[in-house]
């Protein structure tokens, strides 16, 4: 079903209740598509818990998966060590290195494929925030090697994950999900060997994620079994490395397509520039850049990373004197309330001023809502603000293909991969 389609079926089904049903992922379904069903449904996680087409993809145990207390547990985990403040001054000071070591990689090769290159700066970033020591090491080794094929098959292996997640689930060879599985092993085998060092090690001292995984208890003083440790971390990672780096593409997109927003940009950065010592920005420089933050939320809202996220209805529920039966999937499209126009103005035009107002309730869904909304939400907003930062003050860019058409699977993306003529200002 193409996107106009489904629009269709928003106008003749939806009108006044915000969903219709359809039968979708071998199963029959609730398309969910205003501010108001979406609302309702993320937050009664009791009657509409979390069930992806395709599980065993994430892995079973893994946060994006686990419903209760078992997942209220390992968020609070997570969400303390990527998404609160101290977590987030610690990596704004980690990430920049890698930043400013990337654009002027960028520069140096002249042009470049924005999706490719968003990709490997983050790749780098990920090896020092959140990714186990030795294996930190190894990603560092191969990244300055001229062993290419193994880096290309880390890309391949997360890039294979993501288009078996939202995929029919038959595994059977040449489909998505049956790739997806095989990419699954390869990386399960590089975390699990990590695993086995750290456990033989016996440190109860080190400071990456997968160390803090492995001390988490539950209220019986239980500690995470090796599968689950596994199952975070492969999701975790992919979660973040991917989400970002297609942010960071669609902001180089956006900010080439509206050089009055990029001009704009430039001017309060070059500010806070002009008064800041040394080459990185600090978290109290970031919170006074006003504007810049109003472009990571366009952007974030434009780039739609989840296009749409999958709830059960785990007993019968009435909507609006519409009941929606036991065993039922829901389906929340996320992009679909980003480009309504009843909900922003002119929702395909990039526009940052559009923040100088909040938006309308329950409109901007991006992170998700309700208990499970997105446990990363401020270190994503930390790092394109950043990324932006550091472009805005010392780049210039423009893109090749200009009127690239676009592809919408996994993610919409420009055909050529946002190719563009990257230089020194």
Known sequence: MNINSWENCVIRYGAGVGMYRTHLFGSPSIIGCSPAFNKFVMQNDNLFPIRWPAQDIVGQKSLVVLNGKAHARLRSYVSNAINKPDALKKIAKLVQPRIVASLRLWAEKGQIRGIEETKKGNRMIFSHVNVPGNLRKHWKNVCQSRARPGLDELDRCF???????????????????????????????????????????????????????????????????????????????????????????????????????????????????????????????????????????????????????????????????????????VILWIRYMHTDPNNFDNPMCFNPDRWNQPPKPGTYQVFGGGARICAGNNLARLQLAIYLHHLATGYKWELVNPNAKMEYLPHPKPVDGVEIAFSTL
């Open 159 to 329: 890039e294979g994950l993501v288009k078996g997640v939202r995929a029919q689930p038959i595994n059977l060879p040449g489909t998505a999900y049956h790739h997806a599985l095989q990419c699954r092993k390869i990386l399960m085998a590089i975390f699990r060997t990590e695993l086995e060092k750290k456990n033989g090690n016996g440190s109860e001292d080190g400071d990456d994620l997968m160390d803090g995984l492995m001390r988490i208890k539950d209220e019986h003083g239980e500690i995470l079994c090796d599968d689950e440790v596994l199952d975070n971390i492969v999701s975790l990672v992919l979660a973040g490395y991917e989400s970002t780096s297609l942010a960071s593409m669609w902001a180089l997109y956006y900010l080439a397509k509206y050089p009055d927003v990029l001009q704009k940009l430039r001017e309060e950065n070059n500010a806070v520039n002009n008064k800041k010592r040394g080459d990185f920005i600090t978290n109290e420089d970031l919170a006074k850049l006003k504007y810049t933050n109003k472009v990571v939320e366009e952007t974030i809202r434009m780039a739609n990373i989840a296009a749409f996220t999958f709830r059960l209805v785990s007993e019968d529920t009435e909507y609006k004197g519409h009941m929606l039966p036991k065993g039922w999937k």
